[in-house]
């Protein structure tokens, strides 16, 4: 369950995952928000181990709390935590609060999580990227490096992402971004799935996908989904 909840934590900085629109469907890797902005977000997460299955729900309100020239300030609060072992009625566990400042590039330079344990690091690492510098176009992939954590045994990832097409989406304008573990290098926790990053904003408003943990620290598959609320 640890894992699973470090994975959540993950889940809930993955919501800033940016693309802002430029002409001739180029887009240029950037968040675009102001300050006080807010969003919320809900969140499901199946997970199945050798000894059990459960599942997650949760809300997640996130919100821009500074903005200076090339940095912000986002805070997200995750609410209303529901775990349940499969046949169970669940249990709702403590909210939690993560607060992340990072470039407009993505690049993220400070975490802090007031519940999560060590989930700092494990946040840390896969968001702490930078975009590509040129503008990315429809058909445009880019690969992202995601560093080896040695308190939760999980090793180096490569995930490749590749813009697949554009869509009007619950009243968005959004860019449709497949990730998948890189097939040309190995990894015993791969994962793919799929991201539909808002044009205007730069936030991923719905992301849908799979992960498998094959180390030793605690094997699991994961089939999550996460979206913005209307």
């Given at each position: 369950?640890?894992?699973?909840?470090?994975?959540?934590?993950?889940?809930?900085?993955?919501?800033?995952?940016?693309?802002?629109?430029?002409?001739?469907?180029?887009?240029?890797?950037?968040?675009?928000?102001?300050?006080?902005?807010?969003?919320?977000?809900?969140?499901?997460?199946?997970?199945?181990?050798?000894?059990?299955?459960?599942?997650?729900?949760?809300?997640?309100?996130?919100?821009?709390?500074?903005?200076?020239?090339?940095?912000?300030?986002?805070?997200?609060?995750?609410?209303?935590?529901?775990?349940?072992?499969e046949g169970t009625k669940g249990t709702y566990l403590p909210s939690s609060t993560t607060t992340v400042r990072q470039r407009k590039d993505g690049t993220v330079l400070d975490i802090k999580c007031d519940t999560a344990g060590d989930a700092g690091s494990f946040v840390k690492n896969p968001n702490n990227f930078r975009y590509p510098d040129t503008p990315i176009g429809l058909g445009g992939s880019w690969n992202k490096f995601v560093m080896a954590d040695a308190a939760l045994g999980t090793p180096d990832i490569t995930i490749r992402y590749v813009v697949s097409g554009r869509k009007l989406w619950n009243g968005f304008d959004v860019l449709i971004v497949d990730f998948t573990s890189d097939p040309a290098v190995e990894t015993p926790m791969p994962m793919k799935g799929t991201t539909y990053i808002d044009a205007e904003s730069g936030l991923s408003v719905f992301t849908e996908g799979y992960l498998e943990n094959r180390t030793k620290v605690e094997p699991l598959r994961s089939h999550f989904r996460m979206q913005i609320k209307p």
């Open positions: 369950m640890q894992l699973s909840r470090r994975i959540s934590v993950l889940l809930g900085c993955f919501l800033v995952l940016v693309a802002h629109a430029g002409v001739n469907d180029a887009f240029v890797h950037r968040l675009n928000l102001n300050k006080g902005d807010t969003y919320e977000f809900e969140t499901f997460e199946l997970v199945e181990t050798p000894k059990v299955r459960y599942r997650m729900h949760s809300k997640n309100f996130l919100t821009v709390v500074e903005v200076q020239s090339d940095e912000y300030v986002l805070e997200t609060v995750n609410k209303d935590l529901v775990f349940a072992i």
